[in-house]
């Protein structure tokens, strides 16, 4: 049986539609085969702002309250274009911190890693990145593997990476695999036509390596890495 028990998915103004919700989808998948079994998971999708958060594409979702003081077993930080905002939340940051410094776990993916990044708890440990931020994040100091893996889950740390939207479903399963065991992992998967793609590769701390193109990520990088990761 699982610690985690409690979940967060945090919005804020312009996340990403497939970073947010592609992984609460499936965490609420998991809460209900769950509760089949008479164990519970409670997974929140919320904001400090409250009510509606618009996405950077446009739809409004309605979401839970979340207050400073709250606290859950696993915060999960998407991306988006929102995410270079967030990344200056003096909010938002100091909920990441709290979160580390008590020993629960905190994930992200694409841009929400730059946000888990500026809340300083990935001083000194070796993380997965978005092509886009590679390059600005070892810029600020960033220790980014190389090359780079699709996600990457750190037990000791209590830390899961991953990169941009396309590793959000297998990673969010490699994750699981992780905090729920190999059996509610691979349900999963296999419901979601995620195994049968990915194969083995879901069951692994750390991702397949992503064969990046240098001269397109070089153009991505140069156009966009300061809109996800701005100046201070």
């Known amino acids: 049986m699982s610690d985690i028990k409690k979940v967060l998915f ?30 519970t998971l409670e997974v929140v999708l919320g904001s400090f702002e409250g009510g509606t958060v618009t996405t950077h594409m446009g739809a409004q979702l309605q979401t839970e309250k979340v207050s400073p003081e709250d606290r859950y077993d696993l915060v999960y930080v998407p991306g988006g274009i929102g995410g270079g905002a967030a990344s200056h939340d003096p909010q938002i940051l100091d909920f990441i911190r709290a979160h580390h410094d008590e020993d629960r776990w905190v994930a992200a993916n694409c841009a929400g890693v730059g946000v888990v990044f500026r809340s300083g708890i990935l001083d000194g440990t070796r993380f997965q990145a978005a092509a ?17 893996r699709a996600w990457s889950v750190l037990p000791e740390a209590k830390v899961f990476t991953a990169g941009g939207a396309a590793t959000v479903h297998p990673s969010t399963i490699a994750l699981v695999n992780h905090l729920f065991g190999e059996d509610r992992a691979r349900a999963l998967a296999g419901t979601w036509d995620t195994l049968p793609l990915h194969g083995e590769s879901l069951f692994a701390l750390e991702g397949p390596v992503s064969n990046d193109n240098a001269a397109f ?16």
């Open 217 to 232: 990520v070089e153009g991505l990088r140069d156009g966009m890495e300061k809109v996800f990761l701005p100046e201070n």
């Open 10 to 39: 945090l919005a804020f103004p312009n996340v990403g539609e497939q970073d947010l919700l592609a992984p609460w989808e499936l965490f609420k998948a998991l809460a209900y085969d769950l509760s089949q079994q008479d164990e």
């Open 132 to 148: 886009v931020l590679g390059r600005r994040l070892k810029e600020l100091g960033a220790d980014v593997a190389e090359p780079r």
